[in-house]
Structures are given as C-alpha cells and as structure tokens.
C-alpha cells in the first residue's frame, strides 16, 4: 500500500496567507482552489491529499496529490502557474497600443479616405505609420480584448445595456 502524502508543518505566515488565498475574492479561482486543498487538510490532518482536492472543486483525484507536493516543495509560490511553453509574442505591447490609439482617431483625421476604419484600411495604415503588419485575426482579437468592436463600419466602445 503506498505511503500517504502528508502536508509539511506550515509557517504561521504561510498559514496566514493560506487562509487568505483559500477565500480571497480578488485571487484567481485557480489559486484559490489551490489554496483550498491545503487548507483543507491542515484543518484535517487525516484527509488524503485526494480527498482534498475533490472538496476544493478539482474533478480528478490526482489534482490534490500534485498541488500538496508543489506546496510542500515551494511554499505559497508553487500554488501559482508556473511559465508554459509556446510560441513567444510576435508583437510586443507598444504595437498592440499603437493600434488601439490608431484604432481609436478619425481616419480622415490622418490623411486617409475613409469615414470610419474598414479592417484593410485599419490594416493599411497600421503598415504605413508602424511598419507592422497585422493578421485580421489579431486586430479582431486586440480590439475584442479592449472592449471595442465593428458595427457597420464603424468602431465604438463597447457597452452594456
């Protein structure tokens, strides 16, 4: 039978902050639930990392055991997502706002023979002022991010009725 996985002895900072991220608002639900399971079993030193994890809303019972031995090998840090792989940004954050401000003034204003932006036009002048290129899909998906969308030509903010 194998051996059970114990929480390690918690500092009284660590459980200080345990206990605020376990049923923080403002943290991720992600952290939370993290915090959660072991929270739950320093309240119950005989409930299995398992048993844990499926109380703080983990579906699969191997959740627990991963986030007890991430917390008793890194403290409140291994509660946290750690780097993923991928591919890095093409474009950094100043294009994404050169865009947005772009996106934002009268196309006529600069010199361009639109009344509003159409994607190309958007696109176009983009190329000519930054000398970036942008996918369609991406200057859809940075105006979606920024609350802003087309409607019939046109670009406003986005609101809530």
Not at 11 to 17: F, R, Y
Not at 35 to 55: C, N
Not at 84 to 98: F, L, S, T, W
Request: charged content about 25%; glycine content about 8%; hydrophobic content about 40%.
């Amino acid at each position: 039978m194998p051996r059970q996985l114990k929480l390690r002895p918690l500092s009284d900072e660590e459980l200080v902050a345990i206990k605020a991220l376990a049923s923080a608002e403002v943290e991720s639900d992600v952290v939370a639930r993290r915090a959660k399971v072991i929270a739950a079993m320093y309240v119950d030193p005989h409930l299995t990392a398992s048993e844990a994890g499926l109380r703080a809303g983990f579906r699969s019972p191997q959740m627990g055991p991963i986030w007890v031995r991430r917390f008793n090998a890194e403290g409140i840090a291994g509660l946290g997502d750690r780097e993923r792989p991928g591919r890095a940004p093409v474009h950094g954050p100043e294009i994404r706002r050169a865009l947005i401000t772009l996106a934002l003034q009268k196309p006529e204003d600069l010199g361009y023979p639109y009344d509003s932006w159409p994607l190309k036009g958007l696109q176009r002048a983009l190329l000519d002022l930054e000398g970036v290129y942008l996918s369609d899909s991406t200057i859809w998906t940075w105006l979606d991010e920024e609350g802003l969308c087309w409607r019939q030509q046109s670009l406003w903010p986005e609101m809530d009725l």
